[in-house]
């Protein structure tokens, strides 16, 4: 049997974070009651007539400037025909042979290898409304309130070769967005949202194989899976001699499959012309010069600066920097406690994990970062142990109260008094005769008993530093 190589390529739409719709003054807000946010244009009333976001163009020349696109002065709005219930105009205003931006690159790292992802395009585009299926009243339904609103659509080229690499182009995508500020990234409510077309062909092979194009991919985890589910469909088919249709398909979630769901349509199918109602989009020089200038630091030039200036292990600056939340959230903290390995340590592990139980962003936890910062001072001082810390985390975390309050109304400051401590090492030290003749024997190791017996006694207060110390000196 051949060996095979996968071909991949990414069609990415990211909502626009304008407050407004692209052609129209309607809210974008989510989760609006179902037509709500609707007007004569978005829902193609006789007569009425688009009127550009300004904004929305910022937002994708800015988005194409960060990928090293070649911005287009002068692009055309185009119709897309097709028919669907949700789509009242019965077309879509896109671009297609004129869009706003082409032939830009993303670079990614997969196992520690650093590969460079072509951008074949990107353009402007009004959203489609939502279908609602109802099994129970065997009912369909139609909510427009999406409909018109601002997209950008950045289209891959077929430079992926597995699962991996096109989530961690997906990944570094969506940090780029979100650092600009131009799209919160949310794939469950579909403001960043993926087809991916994917074939396979023998290695060594330049010809690409028959695609299929994969939809509702909604998590990172469901593009993982269905992108390698795919793969392994195409070379089985192809083992076994037979054809692979080009079409469209769907990942069910629940299945782990991927599902036909019609014939894949070409560009000719769409019947594309120029919309007659826009005028072709002419941006002015000075405009991308003052829009590169606002560029905020992206996420690779903010972790090699991670990197550089505070010496931080690769894995924990890339950790740091996918999310600008959490990114900003680490230097607040390192301003506030100069020590940034150490509060790296405590993101990574204690914050982490209570964000994502939570599921919130760093910007909206009750802990503050300069309570992380303190939390981290006091035990690097001795006032409460690290394990104290670790098991008062989760309630500094969900109640935000300062650490240094909390601790002194908890009593759970550290002991580090020898004198006081020395009333409990001699009562665990005249309560264990048996495992103090053995120490004193060679067993050296019954140390660690000792310091746990103290631990206990003290109620986790103790400094383990003074009470290892204690111990050797009394049991010699």
């Not at 006032?383 to 109640?399: M, W």
């Amino acid at each position: 049997m051949p060996e095979y190589e996968a071909v991949i390529g990414l069609e990415v739409h990211a909502q626009l974070r304008t407050k407004t719709k692209i052609f129209c003054a309607c809210s974008t807000a989510f989760g609006q009651e179902p037509n709500s946010n609707t007007c004569p244009v978005c829902t193609a009333m006789p007569g009425t007539l688009p009127v550009l976001n300004r904004l929305a163009v910022e937002y994708a020349a800015k988005m194409a400037l960060a990928v090293d696109c070649t911005i287009n002065r002068r692009s055309v709005f185009a119709r897309k025909n097709y028919f669907y219930p949700d789509l009242p105009k019965a077309y879509q205003i896109s671009q297609y042979e004129a869009p706003l931006a082409e032939h830009g690159r993303l670079r990614i790292q997969v196992d520690g290898h650093e590969k460079v992802i072509g951008i074949t395009r990107i353009h402007m585009e009004e959203d489609a409304g939502k279908s609602i299926h109802s099994a129970a009243e065997n009912k369909s339904f139609v909510d427009l309130n999406r409909c018109g609103t601002p997209l950008i659509e950045i289209v891959s080229e077929p430079d992926m070769r597995g699962a991996d690499e096109a989530v961690a182009y997906l990944k570094a995508l969506r940090s780029i967005l979100v650092y600009l500020e131009i799209c919160d990234g949310n794939m469950e409510e579909g403001s960043f949202r993926c087809d991916a077309n994917v074939s396979v062909r023998p290695k060594g092979e330049q010809t690409l194989g028959t695609r299929t194009e994969l939809k509702n991919l909604n998590s990172f985890r469901h593009v993982h899976k269905a992108i390698e589910y795919e793969i392994a469909r195409h070379i089985d088919l192809l083992d076994d001699g037979e054809r692979i249709v080009q079409e469209t398909r769907l990942y069910d979630v629940d299945k782990g499959v991927t599902v036909s769901m019609r014939g894949k349509e070409e560009a000719h199918d769409y019947r594309y012309f120029p919309d007659p109602d826009l005028l072709p989009l002419t941006l002015e020089q000075t405009w991308l010069i003052k829009w590169s200038e606002e560029l905020p630091e992206l996420p690779q030039a903010r972790e090699a600066r991670f990197l550089r200036d505070y010496d931080l292990p690769e894995a924990a600056a890339q950790a740091l920097t996918a999310e600008k939340d959490l990114a900003e959230y680490f230097e607040t903290a390192v301003a506030a406690y100069p020590e940034p390995k150490k509060i790296a340590n405590w993101m990574l592990s204690e914050l982490l994990r209570e964000l994502n139980l939570a599921r919130i962003s760093a910007r909206a936890c009750a802990m503050t970062a300069t309570h992380l910062a303190d939390l981290v001072r006091l035990i690097d001082s001795g006032r409460i142990s690290g394990k104290i810390g670790k098991q008062i985390f989760a309630e500094l975390f969900a109640t935000g109260e300062a650490p240094e309050e909390f601790i002194k109304r908890k009593g759970l400051v550290q002991i580090s008094d020898t004198s006081a401590l020395e009333a409990v090492v001699d009562k665990v030290i005249a309560a264990s005769p048996a495992e103090v003749e053995a120490y004193k024997g060679g067993k050296t190791k019954l140390l660690g008993f000792f310091v746990g017996q103290v631990m206990r006694e003290s109620k986790g207060q103790a400094n383990p530093g003074v009470v290892n110390d204690l111990l050797k000196a009394k049991l010699g």
